[in-house]
């Protein structure tokens, strides 16, 4: 059969999903694409709810890679507001700029605590640079950067708030992913150098995209862009069975409220969690693909949405640092764009926290969880007794985020190796690789993916947010989530 004449199936509707949606589109391809919820967007999606929207936690959006970048503003047009960042850090009840200032820090710190960030911090470079230490594990990366005090202050709590394990079992690799290039003496004197500086860069830390009306406003404009008789959305039908035989996929099953389907196409791309996808195999893959599987953790993630009458903080979002509070970030969406809430009174706020499926919070229901997000709120003094908290909601986002586990690599290796045996078989996004992919990383995973098919190109898509490359700017006191 001639290459354009081929069918695709697409499983996700989120990021990834939608952006190999309309690759696949410009070159005239028939394409199903099978949603397992009622509405698009995956985690990057956007929710109303009374005269708010929120996203599911903040989504800024920011890129080193021109041609998603071109793409992304292509489609939001008008759409796209560029946004000054404004973020702090709660930690022990005071608000720390975020990147950390210099002078606020000590000043806030308190003269003692400053001395002992700065002793900790020489005998850093003197076990880095002279005894020529390395490290094995995150703890051991950030305490050799930074030193052991602001290690303890102001990563280690906030680091097991969300990952749910001991900072010494997260991989090495996710410090220097996320927080590659991040020098302190840069940290200290970047402010005060910027200060004098004749030109003013403005970088990626400074700011970043939006769309208008939220995160997910985006990828509802692809879907309108896109749906026809040729691209199809099929939603709240879920992925159930992948049939397979000599490495190609023969068939896949689906199932909606009115049954199950099986459905034949010629390529498939998966952007639901790696792991859920070696499950539904049928036959079952090796016994060692299987146990690597079963090695891999994810890490579920419930956003409680406040609508809040009252005058409240000005920062996008703030990360909470406290280790008496459950909660680890909270973002107001107002900050974001005007038109997240209308009445310009009201701020739709979320507050996030992070659990595994056999955490109670995770089956706690959602007035308990309300009450707590309030509660805390409260407690760090974000709400005053003034400000009036109205309808809640909550929203639970399963295997939100794959572990970066010390060994992690070896098993997703293993799987992508195996994987790649398949002629047909495509897993793209960040569930769906197991891979800390944000939204400009799981968009070039679709793109070049469709693209390798369609033109035959060559791209590994495994490389792409590989080389700890994240950030532009003068500061690299980036990035937490
Ligand atoms: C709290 C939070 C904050 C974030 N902040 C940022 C940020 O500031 N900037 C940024 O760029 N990125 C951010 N991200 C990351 C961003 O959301 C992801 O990179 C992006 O959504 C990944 O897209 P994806 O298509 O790979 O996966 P997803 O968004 O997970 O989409 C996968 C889709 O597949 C569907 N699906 C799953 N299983 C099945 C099945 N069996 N059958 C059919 N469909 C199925 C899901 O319902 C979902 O719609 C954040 C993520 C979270 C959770």
């Known amino acids: 059969m001639e290459n354009n004449k081929k069918k695709f199936t697409i499983i996700g509707a989120g990021p990834s999903g939608l952006a190999c949606a309309y690759t696949l589109s410009q070159y005239g391809r028939e394409i199903k694409i099978f949603e397992k919820s009622a509405s698009i967007g995956g985690l990057a999606k956007t929710l109303k709810h009374g005269d708010c929207m929120y996203d599911i936690g903040p989504h800024r959006f920011f890129t080193l890679n021109k041609e998603i970048e071109k793409f992304y503003l292509k489609i939001l047009s008008k759409d796209a507001i560029e946004v000054k960042r404004f973020t702090r850090i709660l930690f022990k009840g005071e608000l720390f700029s975020y990147p950390l200032t210099p002078f606020s820090t000590i000043i806030k710190l308190g003269f ?159 952007s639901c969690p790696f792991t859920e996808v070696l499950e539904k195999m049928e036959p079952k893959p090796p016994t060692d693909i299987v146990n690597a599987c079963n090695k891999l953790n994810y890490r579920n993630h419930i956003s409680v949405k406040l609508e809040v009458h009252g005058d ?110 398949f002629q047909n078989f495509n897993v793209i996004g960040r569930s769906g690789m197991f891979k800390y992919n944000n939204q400009d990383h799981a968009m070039a995973t679709g793109i070049y993916a469709a693209k390798n098919i369609i033109l035959g190109t060559n791209t590994d898509i495994w490389k792409i947010n590989s080389d700890g490359l994240y950030q532009e700017g003068d500061i690299k006191l980036e990035e937490k989530l």
């Open 112 to 270: 003692l605590d400053s001395i002992k960030i700065l002793k900790d911090y020489f005998i850093s470079i003197y076990n880095k640079k002279i005894l020529g230490k390395k490290p094995h594990n995150f703890e051991d990366w950030i305490i050799l950067n930074f030193g052991r005090e602001l290690y303890r202050k102001f990563f280690k709590t906030y680091t097991e708030k969300v990952w749910g394990i001991d900072c010494k079992n997260i991989s090495k690799d996710w410090a220097a992913q996320r927080i590659k290039n991040l020098s302190f003496l840069n940290a200290i004197f970047s402010p005060i150098i910027k200060k004098f500086k004749k030109k003013k860069v403005k970088t990626l830390v400074d700011q970043f995209w939006y769309p208008k009306y939220g995160a997910g406003s985006f990828y509802e404009k692809i879907k309108k862009n896109i749906e026809s008789d040729k691209v199809k959305f099929f939603l709240e039908n879920s992925l159930e069975k992948i049939y397979h035989e000599n490495f190609n996929i023969t068939s896949i099953k689906v199932k909606n409220s009115d049954g199950t389907n099986n459905l034949v196409s010629d390529f498939y791309f998966f």
């Open 312 to 421: 409240l903080f000005k920062d996008n979002w703030i990360y909470i640092h406290d280790p008496n509070l459950r909660m680890a970030r909270v973002a107001n969406y107002i900050n974001f764009s005007k038109e997240m809430s209308p009445n310009g009174k009201v701020n739709p706020i979320t507050v996030e926290y992070f659990c595994f499926e056999n955490d109670e919070i995770w089956n706690s229901n959602d007035e308990e969880l309300i009450k707590l997000a309030e509660n805390e709120m409260r407690i760090a003094k974000l709400f005053t007794n003034e400000d009036v908290v109205k309808k809640g909601f909550v929203e639970r986002s399963r295997k939100a985020y794959p572990i970066i586990e010390m060994g992690y690599d070896e098993e997703v290796d293993k799987i992508r190796n195996y994987l790649s045996k």
